[in-house]
C-alpha cells in the first residue's frame, strides 16, 4: 500500500465563479488505476467529487480526464505510471471543453459536430431490393476496422489544438467517423459527406499528430488524411484554400524535388486574387529586407527523377 496524493480540479458551475484545487490523500497500492484511485476518494473522503465513469474497462471512453498535463482514459492509467517524485497524481478535466462539474465537462460541442455528420448508414437503395444482407467484402470491411474501434472518448478533440483557437473546426474523432462512412461501400452519399466535412473546416487540421494519442489506437490523423485524398479525388470545394494548397505542394516538390515557397504562396491565394496577394504582400516585403526571401526560379534537384517516382505512387487521382 502507499500514500497517494491526488491534486483534484474543483469547480462547480452552480455555485463557483472560479475554480480551486483540493488534495486528498488515499491508502492504495500504487498500481491502483487513477480511476479506481477518485473511487476510493469519492467513497471514503470527500463524496462530492465529481467525474464520469462506467464499465472501467477502456471500451466506454467516459472517464478521459487530464492526468498530469495528459489526456487519456483513468481507467487505463496506473498511479504509478503518472505520479511524480512526491506522489502526486495531478487530476483536471479534459482542455478543450467547458468544465461543468470537477471533472464533468460540456460535451455537447463534441456531439453536436457528431450529429451534423448523420453517422448512420444511408444506402444507396432500399433494404426491399435485397435478398440477403448487404455483404461487403473482407478487403473493403478492412479498411473500416480501426476507425470502427472509437469509443468517443473525446480523448483526440480534447488534445487538438486547432479546436483551442477555433471550435468550429469539426475535430479528430468527427472527421475519422466521416472517413468510417466515405469508405463505406453499402453507403450512397459519399460525396454529400465529403462536402458536409469540408464545410465544417476539413482544412484546418495542421497534422501535428496530437490526435494520435489515442486510447484505441484509431489514429484519427490518417483518417483526415484519407478524407482529404477523398475530397480532391471527389473535386469538393476545389477552390477553397485548403485543397488548392495541397495541390500546389505537390506540384512544385513534383517539378524540383523542392518546396516553392513563392509558387505556393500564389497557388495558396488565388494567382488572380489581387485582394488575397495584397494581404500577403508586407510579409513578402519584410522577408525580402531580411534576407529571407526564397529564389524565384529553383533548379532540380539530384535524382528528382526518384521523388517523383515517390509522389507518383501515393498521388490521388482527381476525376
Known amino acids: 500500500m502507499a500514500k497517494i496524493t491526488l491534486d483534484i480540479f474543483r469547480f462547480d458551475e452552480a455555485v463557483d465563479t472560479v475554480p480551486h484545487r483540493d488534495k486528498v490523500v488515499v491508502d492504495i497500492p500504487e ?93 444507396k437503395d432500399a433494404d426491399s431490393a435485397h435478398a440477403t444482407e448487404r455483404r461487403v467484402s473482407p478487403d473493403d470491411m478492412h479498411k473500416l476496422v480501426q476507425v470502427a474501434n472509437c469509443i468517443m472518448c473525446a480523448t483526440c478533440y480534447a ?6 483557437v477555433d471550435p468550429a473546426f ?46 484505441k489506437h484509431v489514429d484519427p490523423n490518417d483518417r483526415i488524411i484519407d478524407v482529404k485524398r477523398a475530397a480532391i479525388s471527389e473535386r469538393v470545394m476545389m477552390n477553397e484554400r485548403g485543397p488548392r494548397h495541397a495541390l500546389t505542394v505537390v506540384k512544385t516538390i513534383k517539378q524540383t524535388g523542392m518546396l516553392a515557397e513563392t509558387e505556393l504562396i500564389q497557388g495558396t491565394v488565388g494567382r488572380f486574387n489581387i485582394i488575397g496577394l495584397l494581404k500577403v504582400a508586407p510579409l513578402g516585403l519584410r522577408m525580402a529586407s531580411k534576407g529571407k526571401l526564397p529564389p524565384i526560379f529553383m533548379k532540380p534537384i539530384p535524382k528528382v527523377d526518384e521523388v517523383r517516382t515517390i509522389i507518383d505512387s501515393l498521388e490521388v487521382p482527381v476525376a
Open 159 to 164: 488534445l487538438c489544438p486547432v479546436v483551442s
Open 170 to 215: 469539426a475535430g479528430p474523432a468527427a472527421i475519422a467517423y466521416a472517413y468510417r462512412f466515405i469508405e463505406d461501400v453499402r453507403d450512397g452519399e459519399r460525396k454529400e459527406r465529403i462536402a458536409q466535412i469540408s464545410e465544417d473546416y476539413l482544412w484546418l487540421c495542421a497534422h501535428c499528430y496530437a490526435c494520435s494519442y489515442c486510447p
Open 31 to 123: 498500481t491502483t488505476t487513477v480511476l479506481d484511485a477518485l473511487e476510493h476518494a469519492k467513497a471514503e473522503v470527500d463524496g462530492s467529487i465529481s467525474f464520469r465513469r462506467s464499465c472501467r474497462s477502456a471500451i466506454c471512453g467516459s472517464c478521459s480526464m487530464n492526468v498530469n498535463g495528459i489526456t487519456g482514459l483513468a481507467c487505463k492509467t496506473p498511479c504509478n505510471t503518472v505520479m511524480d517524485e512526491t506522489g502526486t497524481v495531478k487530476i483536471d478535466p479534459m482542455p478543450n471543453f467547458q468544465p461543468m462539474k470537477d471533472m464533468v465537462v460540456h460535451m455537447d460541442p463534441f456531439w453536436d459536430k457528431y450529429t451534423r455528420l448523420k453517422p448512420y448508414l444511408q444506402p
